[in-house]
């Protein structure tokens, strides 16, 4: 007998009576639950959940809406139900930085994530080979400060006429404007080449060394019209020492953006990620 793979997440008020609530719903619809995580925020009372879950053959997504529509409604709930069996769309955005790119591409070749990218988006043309290479849309969509919104706008385009899921910032060394942010607020993550808060702006491998620093790290985090202050997804550090040249603390940089930056992806794409104010929770 075939299944349907899906997920449910849900957050509300902390009360008694949440899981079984649902369960019992998804039980009478013969549904086998595969994972389940759940969190209570004790400072704000919130309760989040992570479901994951097979559906019987026959059994639709309208099914399992309406059968939850009385637990949502009594316990307030704010949900997504997302239907596992469909590939996530993806639109990569890159500068002249490649190497975020390159290893989103080879993961999503060997499975480990699985999304198709729909389109890469520059400003250079640095990268049109490598999206040709693999099949992927090349759009090439320069910007300066005086046309900014227009690119924004065209960008925007691209998004909705891929139907992309997921906007993905790979080294996209240009700021969103506030507009575009909002728009897309919890559907674009960013890598940040340091381990925020520290060491912003230009630079940042270059600061550390001089201040000698014996981490770095990287960041990713969703966007938000407040520069690099999105809620955070995923980090990771790595020692270093007097002994390494800024160009050493590059390259150590790149493998770590590499690796934050698809993690962070497929936490999201797994609908691992929930929004918690300015943090998540991450049932990872």
Request: hydrophobic share 45%.
């Amino acid at each position: 007998m075939s299944s349907a793979n899906f997920v449910l997440t849900l957050s509300c008020t902390d009360r008694p009576g949440i899981v079984a609530a649902v369960t019992t719903e998804l039980a009478a619809l013969k549904a086998n639950i595969a994972e389940s995580n759940q969190f209570w925020d004790r400072e704000t009372g919130r309760f989040f959940m992570r479901l994951a879950f097979t559906a019987p053959e026959g059994v639709s997504r309208d099914s399992i809406e309406k059968a939850l529509k009385s637990p949502i409604e009594r316990f307030e709930m704010k949900t997504a139900l997302a239907d596992e069996s469909r590939k996530k769309r993806v639109v990569i955005m890159v500068s002249k930085f490649d190497h975020t790119l390159l290893h989103l591409l080879y993961q999503i070749r060997v499975g480990w994530l699985d999304a198709e990218v729909a389109a890469v988006v520059s400003n250079h043309e640095d990268a049109r080979k490598i999206a040709e290479d693999a099949g992927i849309p090349f759009h090439y969509l320069p910007v300066t400060k005086d046309t900014k919104a227009a690119q924004e706008a065209q960008v925007l385009d691209v998004v909705k006429a891929v139907g992309a899921d997921l906007v993905v910032l790979a080294r996209y060394m240009q700021v969103l404007s506030d507009n575009l942010s909002t728009r897309l607020f919890g559907q674009v993550i960013n890598i940040h080449h340091s381990f925020l808060p520290s060491f912003k702006g230009a630079k940042p491998y270059h600061q550390a060394h001089e201040r000698g620093v014996k981490i770095i790290g990287a960041t990713a985090h969703y966007v938000t019209p407040d520069l690099d202050e999105g809620p955070i997804i995923e980090q990771e550090t790595a020692r270093v020492t007097h002994a390494m040249s800024p160009d050493d603390l590059v390259a150590a940089g790149r493998d770590i953006e590499s690796r934050v930056l698809a993690r962070a992806v497929k936490l999201h794409l797994e609908s691992r990620v929930m929004l918690n104010g300015k943090k998540t929770v991450v049932f990872g």
